[in-house]
């Protein structure tokens, strides 16, 4: 079935850039609405970034200017480009996937580290 499979976790510096991919695989559907949620230790899980099929973005106001979502159709894959990465988004990261076609076709990645330190 449809698996996301994350990639491009790990550490940066204070400053930093990191890339992380989310690919969509066992689907020939093309992902509707795909987010990225973050959720740092003894924290609620929150939305970090929602790109829509209309090309709409959301961010939230702690990574706005620094991090943009963006999606490759051909590959079927969702991209958060983060930049000027600080300690407080030291957090686990996972991708969310909406084809759009109902409750059944939402997925979740497995979750990657990334750790912001100096």
Known sequence: ?????ESGGGW???GGS???SCAAS??????NVMAWYRQAPGKERELVA???SGGSTQY??????????SRDNAKNT????MNSLKPEDTAVYFCHA?????PNWRYWGQGTQITVSS
Request: glycine residues 10%.
């Open 1 to 5: 079935q449809v698996q996301l499979v």
């Open 12 to 14: 940066a510096q204070p």
């Open 18 to 20: 990191l890339r992380l």
């Open 26 to 31: 066992g689907t020939s559907c093309n992902i």
């Open 50 to 52: 929602l790109l829509t």
């Open 60 to 69: 939230s106001e702690s990574v706005k200017g620094r991090f943009t979502i």
């Open 78 to 81: 969702e991209v958060l480009q």
């Open 98 to 102: 909406d084809f759009g076609v109902g």
